[in-house]
């Protein structure tokens, strides 16, 4: 390439679209809230439940904490070893349950093989699902209810609106079907009040770099570094990086750096749709108080 076209500079012309800053914005609106149901006689509580020792949840783990802490929130950790039974984990998720004290909660994912992900998820009580993972939570997302949003989807479309990036009418293209981020994510963007027309690709789309060249806003969330580079992408579209893949070197996303020279909107990894997720899922566990002990 360097040799086609011979010296380059690297100039980012995409407006980033900087997820701290709004996670700032909404923890300075849920300290206020916090500080409001304390004064009421509850301050919330929000917990984690982490089975196995990946350095990577792990890590997430703590943000989340230190998140809660830092919004005034309560917090609770159970990090349980990775031969926890299947038993061992459904008396956690019971305990939870009936604590007073957690309003809301996740199950670190994913869970060792040997543990089955749907029944835990089913086990939590539905008002407690900080995630918005339970199947009732995405039943009532599919049905267009009131429920806890998933919160990396939420987090994007946040982002989106928070950029005035256009949605109603474009074209989002999402790559990843995961239940996490891409099908959530294709359910909220054709929301009427979104009004997306998505495109959703998987390991069985045909020509994915077709797909990414004709859409407004483009979605990566597969985990595979590079999949998104510049010269498929439709100049002055926005583009959002959510897949995180472990390296060597560090954390990469789903997008070459170069992209920026070409959208109109970037939300880098990190810095972008990460902060976002962690700021839903404290506003989840907010929302669930409100509706427990304020009139
Ligand atoms: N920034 C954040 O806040 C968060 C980031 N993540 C990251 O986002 C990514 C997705 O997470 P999650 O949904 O849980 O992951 P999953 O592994 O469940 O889903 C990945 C999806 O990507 C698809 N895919 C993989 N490779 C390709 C390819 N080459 N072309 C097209 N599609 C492809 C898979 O297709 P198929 O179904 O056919 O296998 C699958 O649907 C991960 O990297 C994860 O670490 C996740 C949560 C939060
Ligand atoms: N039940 C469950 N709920 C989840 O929401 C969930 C999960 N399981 N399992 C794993 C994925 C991953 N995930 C991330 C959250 C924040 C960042 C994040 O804050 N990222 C920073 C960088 C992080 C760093 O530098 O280490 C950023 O993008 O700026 C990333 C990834 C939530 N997940
Ligand atoms: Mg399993």
């Known amino acids: 390439m ?27 609106d849920l300290r206020i809230r916090v500080a409001r149901l304390t004064a009421a006689g509850h301050t919330p509580g929000i917990a984690t439940v982490i089975v196995g020792d990946d350095p990577g949840s792990a890590a997430y783990v703590r943000g989340k904490h230190a998140d809660s802490a830092s919004i005034g929130m309560h917090s609770i950790r159970h990090d349980l070893p990775a031969d926890l ?7 956690v998720i019971a ?6 004290r957690c309003d809301g909660y ?16 089913e086990a939590m009580d539905p008002e407690k699902d900080a995630d918005g993972l339970h199947p009732i939570s995405l ?3 599919v049905l267009g209810e009131a429920g806890p949003l998933p919160c990396t989807p939420a987090g994007i479309v946040a982002l989106l609106r928070h950029y005035e990036v256009p949605i109603a009418g474009a074209h989002a293209v999402i790559i990843g079907r995961g239940v996490t981020v891409g099908r959530p994510l294709g359910l909220l963007l054709t929301r009427r009040s979104e009004n997306a027309t998505v495109t959703l690709c998987h390991t ?24 998104v580079r510049a010269e498929m992408v439709k100049p002055g579209a926005a583009v959002l990086d959510v897949g995180i893949t472990r390296t060597a070197t560090g954390l990469v996303g789903d997008v070459d750096p170069a992209v920026a020279e070409v ?8 810095g972008g749709v990460g902060p976002m997720t962690r700021a839903m899922l404290q506003t989840n566990v907010v929302i669930a108080a409100e509706k427990r002990y304020l009139p």
């Open 263 to 270: 959208a109109g909107f970037l939300a880098p990894m990190p």
């Open 204 to 227: 069985g789309t045909k020509d994915v770099a077709a797909e990414i060249a004709r859409a407004d806003i483009v979605i990566a969330a597969a985990g595979v570094p590079g999949l």
């Open 139 to 141: 039943g009532r997302l």
């Open 85 to 91: 039974s299947q038993e061992g984990l459904l008396d």
């Open 2 to 28: 360097a040799g086609l076209l011979g010296r380059r500079k690297c100039t980012v012309t995409a407006t980033l679209m900087d997820g701290k800053a709004l996670r700032d914005i909404i923890f300075s």
């Open 95 to 100: 305990e939870l349950n009936a604590d007073p």
């Open 106 to 121: 996740i199950v670190q994912l994913p869970l060792p093989r040997h543990l089955h992900t749907g029944a835990v998820l």
